[in-house]
């Protein structure tokens, strides 16, 4: 069974990532009364996330200041995001994001064939965002996300010693 985690206030929610460009890990943390959790998540998962987010405080009020800021060490994976949900509570004037882990479906089971008792193990990380909270972690994430390997000019896809073009059919830049 897999750890859940339901947090009405957050001293902090950011995202980050662990190692060299190229071999990044992604995580989303939130931190909450000395409680830190940190969630294994991609990188699209957190940029589309953030992307999200920003549509959703561009119909609120402008936001007061706050900071996202970089991961709490040591940086502890509970579990893999899976699905991802957002809602806005306009009595309390918070943002609220359900992260839930990822599982795998067992071999050989049909899409949604699944017992519905399975649901207790699965890991849920639930906080309640202020519109300030959120605005910080949109501003982060795209530094986050860009400070990648650099893209290769023909495909858009990560340069790196592995990176095989499909523009150039993997021969290299074009003459």
Known sequence: MSASFDFDEVDR??????????????????????TVVSCKCEKQQVAALAEYL???????????????????????????????????DENADRIVLVVEELVPEPEG???????????EDTGRLRVRLTRGQVAAFIAFVPNLVSAGRPACDLC???KGADHS???TNGHGPPA
């Open 109 to 119: 089971e049909a899409e949604g064939a699944g017992d519905a008792a399975g649901d």
């Open 13 to 34: 929610f950011t995202a980050g990532a662990v190692g060299e460009p190229g071999r990044r890990v992604f995580y989303l943390q939130a931190v909450a009364q000395g």
């Open 165 to 167: 073009c499909p523009r």
């Open 54 to 88: 920003s549509g959703v405080l561009a119909d609120l009020p402008p936001a007061e200041g706050s900071s996202a800021g970089e991961l709490v060490e040591p940086v502890l994976a509970e579990w893999t995001a899976g699905t991802m949900a957002v809602a806005y």
């Open 156 to 158: 858009g896809r990560p």
